[in-house]
C-alpha cells in the first residue's frame, strides 16, 4: 500500500480532521484505506467510535515500532493514512520512515510554522538516508475563506524548502459537527467542505505519480 502520514507535532493543526477525510475520499474512489491512529490520545480512534466504525477501519498504533506494526496489518490495503501524534518526535520519526507522502497541516499563523521546524528537520534527515524518500508538502489548514495567504506566511513556508499544496482546507464548522457524529464532510457531497477535500485527494495523487 501507499503510505500517508499527516503529521505535525502541533495540536490542533488539523491532522486528524485531515487524515478521516482524505481517507474517506479515498474509500470513496473504492480504494481499500486503513486509518492509522499514532496519536496516543486516540481521537482517530474516538471518531471511529462515534460512528460505530461504520467509514473507515481505524487502528491504533502508537509505538515507536509502528513500522513493523503496520507491517503486520497493511495486507490487502491500497492506501495507509496515519494520523500523526502531537508533541513525541520518535513517533513522528517513526512515521517518517514508513510514509511514502508527509503531508504537514499548518494553520497560516506565524507560530504554527515556526512550530514545524524540528518536523521539516526529521524530514529531512531521513531523505538523506533514503535518496529522496518521502516526499512530503504543507497543507493549508483551516484558512479563512477568501484571504490569500499574506506574502509573509508565505515565504515562511518556502523557506522550509518543502512545496505547500494549493488544496486547503478552510474553516468550517462542517468539520467539528461531522466529526462529532464519526463523520466526514462527505455527509454531503456535494458541500464545499466535500469539493475542497476531493481536491485535496486528487493533488496528493498527483504528488504521488
Ligand atoms: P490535530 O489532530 O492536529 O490536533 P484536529 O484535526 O483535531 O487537529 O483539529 C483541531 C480542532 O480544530 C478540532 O476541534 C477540529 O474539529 C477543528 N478543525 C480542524 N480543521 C478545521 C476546519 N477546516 N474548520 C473548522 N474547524 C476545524
Ligand atoms: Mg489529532
Do not use: M
Amino acid at each position: 500500500p501507499t503510505v500517508i502520514a499527516v503529521l505535525n507535532q502541533k495540536g490542533g493543526s488539523g491532522k486528524t480532521t485531515i487524515a478521516t477525510n482524505l481517507a474517506h475520499a479515498l474509500k470513496r474512489d473504492s480504494y481499500r484505506v486503513l486509518l492509522i491512529d499514532s496519536d496516543p490520545q486516540g481521537s482517530a480512534r474516538d471518531w471511529n467510535e462515534a460512528s460505530s466504525g461504520n467509514i473507515i477501519p481505524v487502528v491504533g498504533l502508537d509505538r515507536e515500532t509502528l513500522a513493523k506494526d503496520l507491517q503486520a496489518i497493511s495486507q490487502g490495503y491500497d492506501w495507509i493514512v496515519i494520523d500523526g501524534a502531537p508533541q513525541i518526535a520518535k513517533l513522528s520519526a517513526a512515521a517518517v520512515k514508513v510514509a511514502d507522502l508527509v503531508l504537514i497541516p499548518v494553520q497560516p499563523s506565524p507560530y504554527d510554522i515556526w512550530a514545524c521546524a524540528d518536523l521539516v528537520d526529521i524530514i529531512a534527515a531521513r531523505r538523506e538516508v533514503t535518496d529522496g524518500k518521502p516526499k512530503a508538502a504543507f497543507v493549508i489548514s483551516r484558512a479563512i475563506k477568501n484571504t490569500k495567504l499574506s506574502g509573509e506566511i508565505n515565504q515562511a513556508l518556502k523557506d522550509y524548502g518543502l512545496p505547500v499544496l494549493k488544496a486547503s482546507t478552510t474553516q468550517r464548522v462542517v468539520y467539528p459537527t461531522t466529526a462529532a457524529e464519526g463523520l466526514t464532510v462527505f455527509s454531503d457531497p456535494s458541500s464545499d467542505a466535500a469539493r475542497e477535500i476531493n481536491a485535496l485527494k486528487k493533488e496528493v495523487l498527483e504528488v504521488l505519480k
